[in-house]
């Protein structure tokens, strides 16, 4: 193994043809994405070299407050996110959402560092960092996916929760199957993904350990810890935060706070 080529200012100049293209087709097809192809890339270049500066400070302190505090961070930014792609949002969604995911995120992350991995300390950034990172990332998406379900849902079927509420049954029975499908929605993307790995591409941990040089049968093992935590915590977070958005769409005496 050669190990990782260097890329230099100049071939990432050179990337800069690819928004190039996507800005010609935007422009002949009318799309009037130029604006935002030209924020985006910019914000690429910024974000990510002030994140690389941030992780180098993280990586060389090595102390769980601050390894920890950053990881939060990630998180609180992932629920800023979450809020923004919810179409329906009844009531504020983003208190509950951050506490959700971090309760349940920075566990997972500890546990996947700490006994799966066997990182020692657990909090070792250069383990902890990424890897609790892809549990955001992928977990945010499904999260988005389960909630704008559900209150759409909701929002859709009014009468007829109104109606089963009328018979006597509680918010959680006029509402069961409502969240057991946006729960499914969110999922499904987690499960597709497990039917495809290594099929259509090589996802990106995998991928990302065999251009630094590692044995493949190392990144392989490697990946499919990282798939199966990442059906973990899709799981609980949507689970958890579809449970929670659903109280809140009813008082205490079960009447329906969704317009």
Known sequence: MNGVLEIGVGQLLLCLSFVLVAGI?????????????????VRTFVQLFL???????????????????????MIFWAARAVRGRVQERP???????????????VLVAIFVTGVIVQARPWYLPQYFIPLGG??????????SIALDRLFGEVKQRRAEIEMALALGATSAEATEGIVRNAVRAGMIPSINALM????????????GQILAGSDPSLAVRYQIVVMLMLVASTALGSVTITLWMRRRCFSRDHQLRVR
């Open 25 to 41: 087709a935007s422009l002949l097809l009318r799309l009037r994405l130029e604006r935002d192809l030209g924020i985006g890339t």
């Open 51 to 73: 994140v690389g500066y941030i992780l180098q400070f993280i990586f060389d302190l090595e102390h769980p407050v601050v390894i920890v505090g950053y990881y939060v961070w």
């Open 91 to 105: 009531f504020a969604i983003f208190g509950p959402t951050f506490v959700s995911m971090t309760l349940i995120y």
């Open 134 to 143: 892809m549990i955001i990332g992928n977990s945010m998406n499904s999260i």
């Open 196 to 207: 495809t790995v290594g099929l259509v591409s090589l996802p990106g941990m995998m991928t």
